[in-house]
């Protein structure tokens, strides 16, 4: 069974960092594209970061450019979400996702709250 789980979100003031992760478990990550989305109040999903199985990082979402960086640890099965400069538009909460055997698979999320 595919299970994703992250963690890291909390309430920052603007500007600040914060790092999210993604546990991942009952399929070969390794292998695995993954993607970090989120949705903010009284909006839709938005893919934010994709990462492919060799490292390779693609950046969905313009407004995050230069800021947030995805990242992996193959042997932790874990993927990683690195925040900075965090903007009040930041807030949503976090999912990470993986698609297999064309199913898209997105676990619970993490909240994310900029304000000062």
């Known amino acids: 069974e595919v299970q994703l789980q992250a963690s890291g979100g909390g309430l920052v003031q603007p500007g600040g960092s914060l790092r999210l992760s993604c546990a991942a478990s009952?399929?070969?990550?390794?292998?695995?594209?993954m993607y970090w989305l989120r949705q903010a109040p009284g909006k839709g999903l938005e893919y934010v970061l994709t990462?492919?199985?060799?490292?390779?990082?693609?950046t969905h979402a313009n407004s995050v450019q230069g800021r947030f960086t995805i990242s992996r640890d193959n042997a932790r099965n874990t993927l990683y979400l690195q925040m900075n400069s965090l903007k009040p538009e930041d807030t949503a909460v976090y999912y990470c996702?993986?698609?297999?055997?064309?199913?898209?698979?997105r676990g619970q999320g993490t909240l994310v709250t900029v304000s000062s």
């Open positions: 996702s993986t698609s297999r055997g064309g199913r898209i698979y």
């Open positions: 009952g399929f070969t990550f390794s292998s695995s594209t």
């Open positions: 990462i492919d199985s060799g490292g390779g990082a693609t």
